[in-house]
């Protein structure tokens, strides 16, 4: 049975924050708001609990395409190769925002994602997961929490959310009602923006 964890977008508890990242670090799910959807993730480093994840959502890990939830741009070099200016203004004036942007991936990814050419990266504006990424040291996995529901399609209820996913995962963060309009997806990994999906943030801001 997963733990059920109130946090706080304004001041969020450093003893919760240390809980939930020992979680990750012994390889555990956890779900978590963001500025869209909840997410479910992981510590990108550990092999099984990402092929937990790979299980839950039925497909295989080699095939996943997951987004890395950043603290800032600061790391983004730890993953990415390098990226011009125009690029990079981009992402400055976009993130911490509801934006997955897709780039270039280097060879320092994590083994699990080694043969992966790009890298979906997410700077949510929503302290409780960058406050998480930050705590932890590295990214953590970020794949939306769907509902079978499809005219729900996203389940914005913390409660609803942990009576769901109780038995599968090891966290279940409230961090109060999430949104149901995920995340606008833009491809910069070619040079020139190419919107792949239309969501909350605007994307007439590329």
Do not use: H
């Amino acid at each position: 049975m997963a733990e059920f964890i109130k946090l706080y977008e304004e001041n969020p508890d450093a003893r919760k924050i240390a809980r939930v990242v020992e979680v990750l670090q012994k390889g555990g799910l956890v779900i978590y708001p963001t500025d869209t959807v909840y997410g479910l993730g992981c510590d990108i480093t550990k092999t099984k609990a990402l092929e937990r994840i790979a299980r839950i959502k039925g497909i295989k890990l080699s095939k996943a395409q997951w987004s890395f939830i950043c603290a800032d741009l600061s790391n983004l070099s730890d993953y990415v190769r390098q990226i011009d200016t125009a690029t990079f203004k981009i992402l400055k004036r976009a993130l911490p925002g509801p934006y997955t942007f897709i780039l270039p991936g280097n060879n320092n990814l994590p083994k699990d994602f080694k043969k992966k050419k790009t890298v979906g990266i997410r700077v949510p504006d929503n302290s409780i997961p960058r406050t998480l990424v930050s705590a932890l040291g590295n990214p953590i996995v970020s794949t939306s929490i769907y509902d079978e529901d499809e005219l729900l399609e996203y389940t914005t209820d913390p409660e609803l959310i942990f009576e769901k996913w109780a038995d599968l995962v090891d966290i279940v963060i409230d961090g109060g009602y999430g949104d149901n309009v995920a995340s606008t997806i833009i491809d910069l990994s070619q040079g020139a923006p190419i919107l792949v999906r239309e969501g909350k943030g605007d994307s007439s801001i590329v």
